[in-house]
């Protein structure tokens, strides 16, 4: 029987690109594994917010704890977003693959940003490090484990796309096994991505992209981040204005039926 990581890793080897949702909590892991996904990814900005606190707010060890949360929620595959990991050293980005495999993960990805706004992406050098740091470690691992890298330069005023480019060529080189670079908005860009590395790419979905054409780009994963999360809370919104502002409830039509929602969380026990 295959590990977790190994039916993770086929995912990546089938035809076309395929989607990887982010929940926030159990109740939307278990609800977007009803749907029929095969694989879950967290999201560390939604986690964040659904605790009421900024992106990069939560401690590593509550993150890991989350991890877990998910994990057994659903019998499904699930990567983790581990934001820069523990700490910038390359050991401590190899520590974050540890934990994250004895957390039960299929896979995590750790970013080149710092987390501080000063300095928001590690030098070229220790960035790459980091990365050959966190391949080796998920090398090492009994049992397979998709390693991730992220470049970050888009979600940091960075649009520098051949900087991004020559980021994940030096990260492909150091071993990661999946590419990212978030923030990508012109399928141009994408496919420029997709055709310089060899490893299989994901890219962060927007309004302007659909699973067809990111997959004729060349992306094999596509995932949302946050946008799930924006979602509810843009529901929540906009029915405590209607609520506050015109004195109506027609938010109500749309909500998700009591009785589904009773039905697959009894299914649970």
Sequence with gaps: MRDIGSIFRALH????????PNPWDVGTARLLA?????????????????????DGGVHFEERMDHCREIVAATPLPVSADLEHGKGESPDSAAETVFAAEAAGLAGCSIEDATGDPARPIYDFSLAVERVAAAAEAARSLKRDFVFTARAENFLWGRADLDDTIARLQAF???????????GLSELDQVRAVCTAVGKPVNVLATADFSVSALAEAGAKRISLGSKL???AFGAVERAAREMLEEGTFTFAQEVMPFARLQAMFSERG
């Design 229 to 231: 999360t924006n979602l």
């Design 13 to 20: 080897e089938d035809e076309g690109a395929f989607v990887l």
């Design 34 to 54: 009803a749907a029929g996904f095969k694989a879950l990814a967290t999201t560390s900005a939604g986690y964040a917010f659904s605790r009421g606190l900024p």
């Design 172 to 182: 492909e080189e150091a071993g990661a096994d999946v590419l990212y670079a978030p």
